[in-house]
């Protein structure tokens, strides 16, 4: 079996990337791909990890980071459709998200989120709000804008929880 640097490529595989950004840490290209996917909050995956078995939320994730690590400057030119990226992930890596989204945004690439956590609404360019209700009782579009647009929208659920949310 091959050994490199004490480890086989089944325990080096087994290490989460948080382990490997570690063990790695003198490799500077493969340390900063792999400090991307702990910064984006997937620092606990396996590298030997199949993509059958991440979630929807940790795939979006993923692809992102690969948008990260591979894009070239002036190379903004993707629709990014992210479906509540945020799902399970602690305030502090919603942060970090935050922040990618932006980077994104700043190459150039447009991004459609559908999501429910304020933190990234509040941190939006623009809004559509659907509702007013979910399933049949929703669909319709209550309100659009900038969050200072929502907030002022009296028939908007979204306005009235961003309002609040702005406030503290």
Same mark, same amino acid.
């Given at each position: !079996? ?9 325990? +080096?595989?087994? #290490?989460? +990337? ?6 790695? #840490?003198?490799? %500077? &290209? ?10 984006? $909050? ?10 059958? /078995? ?9 692809? %992102?980071? #690969?948008? *990260? ?7 903004? =030119?993707?629709?990014?459709? *992210?479906?509540?990226?945020? /799902?399970? *992930? ?7 998200? +935050? ?6 945004? =700043? #190459? ?12 990234? %609404?509040?941190?939006? &360019? ?12 929703? $669909? ?12 002022k929208c009296k =028939?908007?659920?979204? $306005?009235?929880?961003?309002? !609040?949310? *702005?406030?503290?």
């Amino acid at each position: !079996s091959c050994v490199v640097n004490d480890f086989s490529i089944d325990q +080096i595989l087994n #290490k989460t +990337i948080s382990e490997a950004e570690i063990y790695f #840490k003198d490799e %500077i &290209d493969i340390k900063n791909k792999l400090q991307i996917l702990t910064n984006i $909050g997937l620092g606990y995956l396996k590298l030997g990890q199949g993509l059958n /078995t991440l979630s929807g939320g940790e795939a979006q994730r993923l692809k %992102i980071a #690969k948008e *990260l690590i591979q894009s070239k400057k002036g190379d903004g =030119n993707k629709l990014f459709l *992210l479906d509540e990226p945020t /799902t399970g *992930l602690h305030f502090e890596d919603i942060k970090v998200l +935050i922040e990618l989204f932006n980077k994104l945004a =700043n #190459k150039g690439h447009s991004l459609m989120i559908i999501e429910h956590d304020l933190n990234v %609404i509040a941190n939006a &360019d623009w809004i559509i709000d659907m509702g007013p209700e979910g399933g049949d009782r929703g $669909g319709k579009v209550i309100a659009e804008g900038r969050p200072e647009d929502i907030i002022k929208c009296k =028939n908007s659920y979204t $306005g009235q929880y961003l309002k !609040s949310f *702005l406030e503290i």
